[in-house]
């Protein structure tokens, strides 16, 4: 049997796959299964998988599927995992050598849940665009060993929402019948935070192992594909049902709105003014009583739900976009 599952979902990625293979194929850590759904690619990603194949001796379990997406892709890549764990990989990121043995010994060292390492985020150039991310380590206390109730103010915020940089047990996924969204964007969030919920035991490791590749956040394109940042509002109104719906769960509140107004600030960013209208009346509507300062975790998350509810959508989004010029200025200065 692997000790390492490894899902990961292929869709027209031939521009990066290679590099994306290679950096697992020279991985310190062998003893893992890679499993790629090719997702019904158009360009030459099948090709690129069938090549590596041809070249190393059947490194990848390859499984063609019509297009359905990524998260129905690791959905049905799960199914085929034969792992002690599983880690679900993105087709176009690079993996440090040591990334799955330093996931693995933390793994084996306190038998927990997930495991949690850091990364870069980088252009597709290869230039850095934010450095360190992942993990807020100054919400967990320094504790190597922790579940929601270690941290009940930061269990949803103390981490990236992305599945990438996080090592499942594999029993722990099946236990709690973990699924990912069928939705085109924002697939892994509803998944990583329930997770973050269910876990007895979550572990990190204090290393860089993945540079996460984004497209230039300020392109055109990219906004136009970051307009499915909405579904994200509609997923933590999912998960405010299971987590607070008849439950005694309320010590949780307090990360929760915080992670809330978290997705808020990542998705405006990417959003056109007719889309940061629609999300701002998201925001109007979800608070309607307006939580106490106390009940976020940073200052600046209650501030901003101030200004949402005091002025109207129009007006706050002029105000953001004033403010967003005024900080590239600065930066340009």
């Known amino acids: 049997m692997p000790q390492i599952s490894i899902v990961m979902p292929v869709y027209n990625s031939e521009k990066y796959l290679k590099d994306t293979l290679e950096s697992l194929r020279q991985q310190t850590f062998q003893n893992y299964e890679l499993i790629c759904v090719n997702d019904g690619s158009t360009d030459k990603s099948l090709e690129i998988l069938e090549d590596f194949n041809k070249k190393y001796n059947n490194f990848i379990k390859i499984i063609s599927t019509e297009n359905q997406g990524a998260g129905a892709s690791r959905n049905y890549g799960f199914q085929f995992a034969k792992g002690e764990t599983t880690i679900f990989l993105d087709s176009d990121d690079y993996f440090h050598p040591n990334f799955l043995e330093e996931l693995y010994n933390q793994y084996k060292k306190t038998n927990s849940d997930i495991v949690i390492c850091k990364y870069d985020v980088t252009l597709p150039d290869g230039s850095l665009y934010l450095k360190n ?69 979550i572990t990190t490791v204090d290393k860089i192992l993945v540079n996460y590749k984004i497209f230039n956040p300020e392109s055109a394109t990219s906004k136009r594909k970051q307009s499915g940042n909405l579904n994200l509002c509609q997923i933590f109104d999912r998960l405010e049902k299971i987590f607070f719906d008849n439950s005694g769960n309320e010590i949780f509140r307090k990360s929760f709105n915080s992670a809330y107004m978290f997705v808020f600030m990542y998705c405006i960013k990417f959003l056109d003014n007719k889309d940061k209208k629609q999300l701002v009346g998201i925001i109007k509507n979800r608070f309607k009583q307006i939580p106490e300062r106390k009940d976020f975790c940073k200052s600046y998350l209650y501030r901003n739900l101030l200004f949402i509810k005091i002025f109207p959508a129009q007006v706050y989004v002029l105000i953001y976009e004033f403010k967003s010029i005024i900080k590239k200025m600065l930066k340009c200065s």
């Open 133 to 201: 991310q992942g993990i807020r380590f100054d919400t967990i206390l320094k504790k190597e060993i922790f579940n929601k109730y270690d941290i009940p103010d930061y269990i949803f915020c103390f981490c990236n929402y992305s599945p990438w940089n996080k090592l499942y047990k594999t029993e722990f996924i099946r236990k709690h019948n973990l699924k990912f969204d069928n939705i085109p964007y924002n697939n892994d969030v509803f998944f990583v935070i329930l997770s973050l919920f269910f876990a007895d035991k």
